[in-house]
């Protein structure tokens, strides 16, 4: 069985009460919209978690896959956090990204699809989206930065996986994003695949975009 569903989650530490202090309230979208992908993926019972993050060890500026003996970083910290409130009975396989193209990522998506086997799998993305978004944000502002939050979402909302991968590889830096190849590898996983898309939310209160979105396979 191929890839049941995919979801783009972000991963401020914040999103973690313990952590935020407070500050999570900010982002109260983002938190409900991450918190409604949870209860989906338990009600889905996936029996593997796929789950790629930007911030993962990679080797050799090449894909690295790993089981979670590691320690988490917090590209996979924050997702799995929302996930293991209503669910737990899964493998996960955690997943780095590279300097390749974003063909590459996009293929190598496809061979993960590949060889899911008869298993119940789910696709996490972990990424967040432009740091370039307020003044008074970790890297200031750059007009970039809104235009690459608009390409994005609006392809997540539409499931256009096209114009992720048509993304100006000047623009995409300019912004200072992190998820984009996250995001490919899933476009990867889910091609061929007729998926009902649905942008959960979008929030950039502290200058970096977060995004939440889900991809329903119909069957």
């Not at 590279?98 to 590459?104: I, V």
């Amino acid at each position: 069985m191929p890839i049941i569903a995919g979801f783009v989650f972000p991963h401020p530490p914040l999103l973690i009460p313990e952590i935020g202090k407070g500050e999570e309230r900010k982002v109260a979208k983002t938190s409900q919209a991450c918190d409604e992908c949870a209860r989906f993926i338990a009600d889905l019972k996936p029996d593997t978690i796929i789950l790629s993050s930007p911030h993962a060890k990679a080797y050799y500026d090449a894909f690295h896959i790993s089981e979670p003996d590691e320690e988490f970083d917090h590209g996979a910290l924050v997702p799995l956090y929302f996930v293991n409130q209503y669910y737990e009975d899964y493998r996960l396989v955690r997943i780095s990204l590279s300097g390749l193209s974003f063909e590459e990522h996009f293929n190598f998506g496809k061979e993960i699809a590949g060889k899911t086997g008869n298993e119940r799998v789910v696709y996490i993305a972990s990424g967040d989206l432009s740091h370039k978004l307020k003044a008074d944000g970790p890297y200031g502002f750059a007009p970039e930065g809104v235009e690459f939050d608009k390409i994005v979402t609006e392809a997540l909302n539409k499931g256009d996986f096209e114009a992720l991968l048509n993304i100006d590889s000047t623009l995409q830096e300019k912004a200072a994003e992190c998820g984009l190849r996250s995001f490919v590898i899933m476009a990867g996983a889910l091609d061929g695949l007729k998926t009902t898309p649905k942008l959960l939310s979008y929030e950039n209160t502290f200058g970096v975009g977060y995004a939440v979105a889900a991809f329903t396979v119909n069957r």
